[in-house]
């Protein structure tokens, strides 16, 4: 498949249950987002890959050159992570290999996810509880 990078806009478009908490909660479509600290140089090495890839994202793959392998290329990029995914390229392995960077400020967050932009155009992460049945 035709591989993409996504903007805010893009993903309003083609996954809006992913932007929109509102939505999501609607739809029943329930994220996990973890955060992690990182320096300015880390973001700004991090952003610069992304930018560069958005210029030639080349094909998409269900196994490896997915959506997991190349935001693993961005964090390995930018002296986030040491290595790519141990195994193989899922946002179940990635996820994981995220949540054990113990000397960063790791933050998990589940519920109903979107964003915001904000008057001076960043984003402002909003999120819903699940509702318990």
Same mark, same amino acid.
């Given at each position: 498949? *035709?591989?993409?990078?996504?903007?805010?806009?893009?993903?309003?478009?083609?996954?809006?249950?992913?932007?929109?908490?509102?939505?999501?909660?609607?739809?029943?479509?329930?994220?996990? @987002?973890?955060?992690?600290?990182?320096?300015?140089?880390?973001?700004?090495?991090?952003? *610069?890959?992304?930018?560069?890839?958005? @210029?030639?994202?080349?094909?998409?793959? @269900?196994?490896?050159?997915?959506?997991?392998?190349?935001?693993?290329?961005?964090?390995?990029?930018?002296?986030?992570?040491?290595?790519?995914?141990?195994?193989?390229?899922?946002?179940?392995?990635?996820?994981?290999?995220?949540? *054990?960077?113990?000397?960063?400020?790791?933050?998990?967050?589940?519920?109903?996810?979107?964003?915001?932009?904000?008057?001076?155009?960043?984003?402002?992460?909003?999120?819903?509880?699940?509702?318990?049945?």
């Amino acid at each position: 498949m *035709k591989g993409l990078v996504a903007s805010y806009e893009g993903m309003r478009k083609i996954r809006p249950y992913y932007v929109d908490a509102s939505m999501a909660k609607k739809l029943n479509v329930v994220s996990c @987002l973890i955060s992690l600290r990182v320096t300015p140089d880390e973001g700004a090495l991090f952003d *610069k890959f992304w930018k560069q890839l958005k @210029l030639n994202p080349g094909s998409f793959n @269900l196994l490896g050159g997915n959506c997991s392998s190349h935001a693993s290329e961005a964090f390995v990029a930018s002296n986030i992570l040491s290595k790519s995914i141990p195994g193989l390229d899922t946002p179940n392995n990635l996820f994981k290999q995220l949540s *054990k960077e113990t000397y960063r400020d790791v933050q998990f967050v589940t519920g109903h996810i979107g964003v915001r932009r904000t008057a001076d155009l960043r984003f402002k992460l909003q999120v819903l509880p699940v509702s318990e049945v």
